[in-house]
């Protein structure tokens, strides 16, 4: 504890990316085993986060605060609390594992491919630590190049159209998001402190306004319906690791920076638009179920079904009650878990086949057998089967949907149904069936394989039979920011009333 | 004129000596590395003069300049854009077998022209610091004889200034007959511009045609992208900087002093200006292959960015309008030196595909050219990042609404194109006989090269991460405009 170890995190992969630069090119051995080095230590310097945390307060902890531009009131403010906690150790182990799944996958230019991985792992840090808007800001721009670079070099064939359309659709919503910024530090009493404005109240239609300028940066990366449309594209091209980054984490902030950002500074103006938020999500959840069905290549197919399940954790989080927005968060580290897996799987069976079509497998458990068992407990934990984790995410979520609204808890509720029917269509077309001659020669899986799975099953097993190990961090924070959200404004109200009687 | 007089205006002296003082140097040596060594040292001499100027200001000198502290920020400014542009000259000009003595000399003098417009404060200086930039500018565009274009750009510049500066002309006699003053400060005074009247709204609006096209924003912009093309590559960043640069910070002073702005038809004028300026600019930049004029045209847009700042007025504006030209300067001047030092005998480096695949083999050649694009799209880290971060908070301050929806719109075009130029840089290269990587075949930067450029490189990260002591200096220079 005597060492700062949020900045030790954030800092510690960029540090890495640039003594990763300046290894020479040849000696590609060397560069692979530094990344290794560098992730696991990173993730051994932030295990303290979820041993040292205190579950008994909504506190931020782990601060450290620096001035930065003193003439713009702009600090460098870090700390974590119970909602963002668990969002930094996913980004730290999930680092991990793409390192050891890149391990034979990349064969060109490796140098600049674990540079790019590190730099995105710091700057990804950064986003969920920031106490101070401008840092935020800069931290969830500043990730956008390496990831930029990581869809646009090492990508499928269609790579710079999906680079560049993942890059523009952020970006607009990114500088909304940042007049909106810069609005609430006008009205802040020119401060950036992000811990001022969740005590502060602001206008209602100032509230309203800043709303769908936070809403146009987050939408767009959760991705809500309909700016989801960057999202396949995205997940398509992306190389194995990219995918995993972008559906593990990178979607996650957008509903982070709900969380943390829309819901308590402006909780008059998300309690207004939380209905409409729902339907939305609602949308999404069905929309891209019905999507996948459709789908004749197997990552297309589970990027669109990230779209369903990022509806699920928006309709969660908008239900502002506590099983709702406790069970959003749970299902945000569930599906960073599970379709950052289900990605893995597939990298794993690619650097075999080369292949995404559905139609090019077949038989695949006859062949590669301990690869389907991992396959399967994915796939299961997708639909939300009892015992893994996400059937408690998504139980916790409907729980939370119906008390807000009957009818969009039904709607939602068949989400999981076509969720069923595509994972388990994909999975007995993939795994059952004949045996496609194609992959008839395979070798199942080797050891870094396992080992990279192996986590991540561990995970989906300790969520699915024990969450109170996870979901007892944010008890603390969800219960003060539902409050907040639930109460502000309200003082102003009652008064109203009391003149209106007298 | 008193001893106190003198040295309030020596940095303005020394590059006009300086410049006399070459032009008979090389009647007896024309060995180029001692005109580009008096160039240097004068411009440095110049701008060290400043620390000295800057104890007497602020200063009246004559009724034709004032030595303020706004003044001196943009006149060092430009000293070392004039600096920067003669190191990226020296290696242009010393593989080319033309007359190089005679660049040097028109180099000193358009700088000189540029530091007299930021130094203006009377129609007089305005228009003389003018035509001393437009006439140097008019020879060193076109000082690739033997090139068409570079013969067609100069024309052009050529009969398109000069009509412009007729105009303006015209303007400042109109102005002046409404109003009987041509000293900014009298007419800023005894509140002696009065309502909008016909005659002297004729007289701004030929000022504006005057100003708009060496700004070169919408609908004055049509010379831009030809001239850049055709002018020499370290010529063009001095007119996407210096040139622009100092017509900016005049015509902020006079804005400023005037109070021009409570004018609606003058807002809603420049207002216009700035929405067509980001929106044209960017758009005509999307399906171009020539680095110039994808420079050219992203130079439109940024003086767009730059008037939305104008139009917020205050002092966050003034520093915004600081910042944002400090790390234009850079960052222009980073992009066109990648230009000019990857040029060769044969041309330009200005074709969009030499560059494919460039990364791979000269990684940080491609790195400074994209950390200069990524500052050009305003992503942060670099200095481009706070220059617009200050302007949309000028912009914000102000509740310019329409303007700054349209920046965003802007930037989001413009972020197109500027990743379309990342997007070759990091191209895979047809490969060639046998799977070998063929590597970039266009020249090496070069000693000075990968240290000007290095130098610039760090100054646009520095300014993007820890950008509190410019603005400290800004905020002590800068916003203390209007007195």
């Known amino acids: 504890m005597s060492y700062p170890i949020l900045s030790t995190v954030i800092f510690l992969p960029l540090a890495g990316a640039l003594v990763i630069f300046l290894i020479k090119r040849s000696n590609e051995s060397l560069i692979k085993w530094t990344a290794l080095v560098l992730s696991l230590l990173t993730f051994a310097v932030s295990l303290p986060l979820f041993t040292g945390f205190d579950k008994t307060t909504a506190d931020m902890q782990f601060r450290e ?53 590190l730099l995105i792992e710091g700057s990804m840090v950064g986003v969920f630590c920031s106490l101070d808007l401008f840092l935020f800001y800069i931290f969830w721009e500043a990730m956008l190049i390496p990831m930029y670079l990581l869809i646009g070099v090492w ?35 020119r401060s950036f402190d992000v811990l001022q404005m969740m005590t502060t109240n602001y206008p209602y239609h100032l509230q309203l306004l800043l709303f769908w300028a936070f809403f146009a940066a987050f939408a767009v990366k959760v991705p809500m319906f309909p700016v989801h449309t960057w999202l396949p594209d995205a997940h398509t091209e992306a190389p194995t690791a990219g995918s995993v980054i972008l559906a593990g984490i990178l979607i996650k902030m957008g509903a982070y920076g709900f969380l943390r950002f829309s819901m308590p500074i402006l909780p008059e103006a998300s309690r207004e638009m939380a209905p ?10 069905i929309y891209g179920g019905l999507i996948c069905l459709g789908q004749t290549d197997i990552k297309r197919l589970i990027a669109y079904s990230s779209v369903s399940h990022m509806g699920f954790v928006t309709l969660g989080i908008f239900a502002l009650n506590i099983q709702g927005v406790q069970g959003g968060i749970l299902q945000m580290i569930n599906h960073g878990i599970v379709t950052g897996a289900l990605f893995l799987s597939i990298g794993i069976i690619y650097d075999r086949t080369h292949t995404r079509q559905i139609a090019d497998y077949g038989g695949v458990a006859t062949v590669l057998p301990v690869y389907a068992a991992f396959f399967m407990v994915f796939t299961l934990s997708s639909i939300g089967l009892p015992g893994t984790n996400g059937f408690v995410g998504e139980f916790l979520i409907l729980l939370g949907g119906f008390t807000a609204s009957n009818v969009l808890g039904v709607f939602a509720a068949t989400g999981i149904i076509i969720g069923a029917a595509y994972m388990l269509w994909l999975y007995q077309r993939v795994f059952f069936l004949d045996v496609n001659p194609k992959v008839r020669s395979y070798k199942d899986m080797n050891l870094r394989e396992v080992l990279t799975l192996l986590p991540l099953l561990l995970l989906v097993l300790w969520i699915g039979i024990y969450p109170n190990t996870f979901l007892s961090f944010m008890d603390a924070s969800v219960q003060h920011l539902v409050q907040r959200v639930n109460t502000a404004g309200q003082p102003q109200m009652a008064q109203q009333i009391i003149e209106v009687i007298r | 004129m008193n001893s106190a007089d003198f040295i309030a205006l020596l940095p303005l ?25 008096f160039t240097l040292g004068s411009l440095l001499l110049s701008f060290l003069l400043l620390f000295v100027a800057g104890g007497g200001t602020p200063r009246r000198v004559t009724p034709l300049f004032i030595m303020d502290a706004y003044s001196l920020f943009f006149i060092g400014l430009l000293f070392i854009a004039g600096i920067v542009v003669a190191v990226m000259s020296s290696r242009y000009l010393g593989e080319r077998s033309m007359e190089r003595g005679e660049y040097y000399v028109l180099l000193l003098l358009a700088t000189l022209g540029a530091s007299v417009l930021a130094a203006g404060s009377h129609f007089a200086s305005f228009f003389a610091g003018l035509e001393i ?62 309502d909008l009247t016909v005659v002297l709204s004729a007289g701004l609006l030929l000022i504006t045609v005057g100003v708009g096209f060496k700004l070169a924003v919408v609908p004055f912009h049509l010379w831009t992208p030809d001239v850049y093309e055709g002018a020499p590559a370290p010529v063009a960043a001095f007119i996407a900087t210096s040139s622009k640069g100092a017509i900016f910070a005049l015509l902020m002073r006079y804005f400023s002093l005037m109070d021009l702005q409570r004018f609606p038809a003058v807002w809603y004028g420049i207002a216009g200006i700035a929405v067509a300026s980001m929106l044209i600019g960017n758009l005509l930049a999307l399906r171009q292959n ?60 200005e074709n969009l595909e030499a560059y494919r695949g460039m990364a791979w083999s000269r990684p940080w050649t491609a790195g400074v050219f994209v950390a200069m694009l990524l500052s050009l799209a305003g992503i942060p880290l670099t200095a481009g990042f706070i220059g617009k971060f200050y302007v949309v908070a000028a912009g914000a301050g102000a509740a310019l609404w329409i303007p700054l929806i349209v920046l965003v719109a802007g930037s989001t075009i413009g972020l197109y194109y500027y990743l379309r130029i990342v997007a070759v840089l990091y191209g895979r290269v047809p490969e060639g006989e046998g799977g070998a990587v063929t590597g970039f075949p266009g020249r090496v930067l070069g000693m000075t090269g990968g240290i000007l450029l290095t130098v610039l490189t760090f100054a646009l990260l520095w300014l993007g991460v820890y950008p509190a002591p410019l603005i400290r200096i800004l905020q002590a220079t800068v916003a203390r405009l209007v007195p």
């Open chain 1, 276 to 285: 409409l938020m729902m339907v939305l999500s609602v949308i999404g959840i």
């Open chain 1, 65 to 117: 605060t620096y001035q930065w531009v003193p003439s713009w009131g702009i600090n460098y403010a870090l700390g974590v609390d119970g909602i963002s906690v668990l969002f930094v150790l996913l980004s730290t182990l999930l680092t991990v594992l793409c390192v050891t799944v890149s391990w034979n996958s990349i064969k060109d230019r490796t140098k600049e491919f674990f540079a790019a991985l």
């Open chain 2, 13 to 37: 002296i020394v590059p006009a000596l300086a410049s006399v003082v070459l032009l008979l140097l090389i009647t007896f040596s024309r060995s180029h590395a001692v005109s580009v060594l």
């Open chain 2, 133 to 194: 930039l437009s006439v140097s500018l008019y020879t060193l565009i076109a000082y690739r004889r033997n090139d068409d274009r570079g013969n067609e750009a100069g024309l052009k510049y050529l009969i398109l200034a000069a009509a412009s500066s007729s105009f303006l002309l015209f303007g400042m006699a109109l102005v002046y007959a409404q109003t009987g003053s041509m000293d900014f400060f009298q007419l800023a005074e005894g509140g002696r511009v009065p």
């Open chain 2, 290 to 349: 020539n680095l110039k004029r994808i420079l050219a045209y992203s130079s439109i847009a940024h003086m767009g960015y730059l008037l939305v700042a104008v139009l917020a007025g205050g002092t966050v504006a003034k520093t915004a309008v600081g910042y944002y030209l400090a790390a234009y300067f850079a960052t222009m001047l980073g992009a066109f030196g990648v230009i000019a030092f990857l040029s060769g005998e044969e041309g330009d480096a």
């Open chain 1, 155 to 189: 990508g499928g064939p269609n790579r710079v159209y999906a680079a560049i359309k993942f890059f523009l659709y952020t970006l607009v919503g990114s500088l909304l998001m940042l007049i909106g910024i810069i609005v609430l530090y006008f009205n802040t009493g």
